[in-house]
């Protein structure tokens, strides 16, 4: 299977900036689509920023300006550079991937969420 580790999350004051990563690891043939999602205490899972291979970056109205994603194809890592945090960015912080695999001796579909990294934003 495909396996995301998320890293980069911690605290930081109001202002201040993080840079998650998430790196996609096993048979990877290609990958389709990857994004960032988040999710605070009592709340439901939302996008935060997320494109198709090729195509345009979706990102939430709440971040657009201080975030921005970006991906190196090579490494199969993702970026997400937060900037201008608020308490509101506090949660946990999901990586979510999509693609084909090498699943020998046939290829298969994968889709795949990382662990999540905590990020706490303090007034």
């Known amino acids: 299977q495909v396996q995301l580790v998320e890293s980069g999350g911690g605290l930081v004051q109001a202002g201040g900036s993080l840079r998650l990563s998430c790196v996609a690891s096993g048979r990877i043939l290609s990958i389709n689509f990857m994004g960032w999602y988040r999710q605070a205490p009592g709340k439901q899972r939302e996008l935060v920023a997320a494109?198709?291979?090729?195509?345009?970056?979706n990102i939430a109205d709440s971040v657009k300006g201080r975030f921005y994603m970006t991906r190196d194809a090579n490494t199969n890592t993702l970026y997400l550079q937060m900037n201008s945090l608020k308490p509101e960015d506090t949660g946990v912080y999901y990586c979510h991937a999509t693609g084909i695999y090498d699943r020998y001796p046939r290829r298969a579909d994968f889709d795949s969420w990382g662990q999540g990294t905590q990020v706490t934003v303090s007034s």
């Open positions: 494109r198709p291979t090729g195509g345009s970056t």
